[in-house]
């Protein structure tokens, strides 16, 4: 008998193949490895909570999760990192597992190149339709000092500052040192006419939420944009859905359980006009390809109170009402500032084509660095200079956008950016070490002129500062560094702009709100003859401010709010709403938010008490 002759001399494979040895009860372990499996995948959808929509990148690590779960077991159940005899079993049982992660990254990669900009430059640029306008004649013009009223003199840092220190009221109702500012979903909105910004609160830390769970979050904190007047605003019931709880509170769980199919932007916080809490969700497609294009297409407004929440398609957010007749004019952020912005600059980028936007560059623009908001109407407005891809210090205009229709336009102005205005402003305080906000655009007579605050370390406002946008060198301030004057300033501003042969007309009658409020927050009082107003006190808060508690009061339901210290009148501590009042005002009664002092039960509430 011949022997037997085996070949090991084979190139390019072995010449030995795999021997195929199942583990005992393999029928068992495919059943644990299919549970495990359906485990992970419940797990991992909890936590990770990605949206079923293959549109969205979570889709994609979800499933590759819960994939590469069941090799994960397959390889321990068979215990073949002991027994590698046993390697070949688990390579037959990743097969399909392995051709589902491989689909994966085709489908991935197909829709990669279908929502590439190399190939779809102009679908990116249409994502934004941008109007052009005149400048002097469409721009919401300044004309008169009052309308200062309505503008927002402090930025997003100083107002978070103020919200920080307005913690301390929370004493009051025994929740000191229960909570934090939720920086992060503060939202500037335009509330009874005026800016402003409010700040939702988070538990301090995971003890303090067991401890306070059980009634929520007690309310929320408001800042006035305009007066740099803070108040922490308690609510009848506690706020039980928010990003800071756990569980099925937590806000992007109740998203995902509601809405599964839905990719969601980042969530703000924003009050309607009574007051009440709401979470405002964007719904996104994808609008270039399967993965390019970011839009809003609609919003889930969740009560942040109750958590009721109902989906609003976006045409019915442009609208102002929905399909069921709930008004929802009073909803400013639709459209997140950093996803304007991205569509604006693709706009300006991919208009020419993509060749273009990186050889020849003809057209090209871009946003500066920074941006602001500010009220027109009933709505905000975001707000940022363009400049051309090759200059970082001149500006070619202005882009205006509305954050709840996306209404576009741009305003062709030349001249200096804001961090160019931001460092003139700065000059002429160079001693005092203050540091600009970023600019308001105002347009004053045609002017285009950027308004900013002057701040010191502790975001104290000590000054007020403009800058005409052309001429960035004609640089004035507001005079007292001990009470910063607004109408000084505009004075100076008018004065300067004079001397050059430029005349803006603008009415210097009436009341500035932010001139009554000191640096430390509290009264500058009014040289000008005081009147009185009676009326039925129609809504009451209270707030401490540098150490004084101020009570606002608001009469006969008129929006107007009459604040007064309770050093000025010891009877305002005992007014509720539905008493009758006397307050007297100083000075002549503008905007929403105004000076009172002695305040009194009128006549009639005394007559009807006997």
Not at 130 to 136: G, T
Not at 355 to 362: L, R, V
Not at 378 to 397: F, K, M, N
Request: aromatic letters at 12%; hydrophobic letters at 40%; proline letters at 4%.
């Amino acid at each position: 008998m011949e022997p037997i002759k085996v070949d090991f001399t084979k190139k390019g494979k072995s010449g030995v193949k795999d021997v195929f040895i199942a583990p005992e009860k393999s029928w068992l372990r495919i059943l644990i490895n299919i549970v495990v499996t359906l485990v992970v995948a419940l797990v991992a959808y909890y936590f990770l909570l990605p949206p079923m929509n293959p549109k969205a990148m979570e889709f994609y690590l979800y499933f590759a999760i819960v994939f590469a779960s069941y090799i994960a077991s397959a390889f321990l159940t068979s215990k073949a990192f002991a027994r590698p005899e046993y390697i070949p079993y688990v390579k037959r049982q990743a097969i399909v597992p392995v051709a589902l992660i491989l689909l994966l990254v085709v489908v991935l990669g197909i829709g990669y190149l279908t929502s590439a900009a190399l190939f779809r430059a102009k679908d990116y640029a249409s994502l934004l339709p941008v109007e052009e306008a005149e400048f002097s004649d469409s721009f919401s013009a300044i004309e008169s000092i009052e309308d200062f009223n309505k503008l927002p003199l402090i930025d997003a840092d100083a107002a978070e500052r103020l919200a920080d220190k307005t913690l301390g009221d929370l004493a009051q109702i025994g929740k000191e040192s229960q909570f934090e500012v939720a920086n992060a979903f503060s939202t500037q909105i335009n509330y009874k006419n005026a800016p402003y910004r409010v700040f939702p609160l988070q538990y301090g830390d995971i003890f303090k939420w067991l401890t306070n769970r059980a009634d929520g979050i007690p309310g929320y904190i408001t800042v006035n944009m305009n007066t740099q007047v803070a108040q922490f605003v308690q609510l009848e019931q506690g706020i039980t859905i928010s990003p800071a709880e756990h569980f099925s509170r937590h806000l992007n769980r109740v998203l995902r359980f509601a809405y599964p199919t839905y990719i969601f932007g980042t969530p703000s916080f924003e009050i309607d006009e009574t007051g009440t809490p709401y979470w405002i969700c964007e719904r996104i497609d994808k609008k270039v390809g399967l993965l390019g294009g970011d839009d809003v297409v609609g919003v889930v407004m969740v009560n942040a109170v109750t958590g009721e929440h109902h989906y609003y398609d976006i045409e019915e957010i442009r609208q102002g009402a929905g399909a069921d007749g709930t008004d929802l004019a009073w909803v400013d952020q639709v459209y997140d500032a950093n996803l304007l912005l991205q569509q604006y600059n693709y706009y300006g980028r991919y208009s020419g084509g993509f060749i273009n936007a990186y050889i020849g560059q003809a057209g090209v623009k871009m946003s500066t660095a920074g941006s602001n908001f500010f009220a027109i109407g009933d709505d905000v407005y975001l707000y940022t200079g363009v400049t051309s891809v090759t200059s970082d210090e001149s500006i070619l205009g202005f882009i205006v956008i509305n954050q709840r229709t996306k209404d576009a336009f741009f305003y062709s102005v030349s001249g200096a950016t804001e961090r160019a205005a931001q460092n003139s402003a700065q000059g002429i305080v160079s001693d005092k070490g203050w540091t600009a906000t970023f600019p308001i655009l105002l347009n004053l007579d045609g002017e285009a002129t950027y308004l900013m605050s002057l701040k010191d370390a502790t975001d104290v406002i000590k000054a007020y500062a403009m800058v005409n946008v052309s001429q960035f060198s004609d640089a004035v301030r507001s005079p007292d560094d001990d009470n910063p004057d607004l109408r000084a300033c505009l004075q100076a501003y008018i004065n300067k702009l004079s001397a050059r042969g430029v005349v803006i007309d603008i009415d210097m009658s009436g009341n500035v709100a932010a001139d009554s409020v000191k640096p430390d927050g509290g009264q500058t009082g009014d040289s000008q003859s005081a009147e009185t107003v009676s009326g039925v006190i129609s809504d009451i808060r209270s707030a401490v401010i540098s150490g004084t508690t101020y009570y606002y009061i608001e009469l006969d339901g008129n929006g107007v709010y009459y604040y007064v210290p309770a050093e000025l009148g010891s009877e305002v501590v005992l007014f509720a709403v539905g008493d009758q009042v006397t307050l007297t005002v100083s000075g002549e009664s503008s905007g929403d938010l105004l000076s009172a002092s002695d305040p009194v039960y009128s006549e009639e509430t005394t007559a009807a008490a006997e």
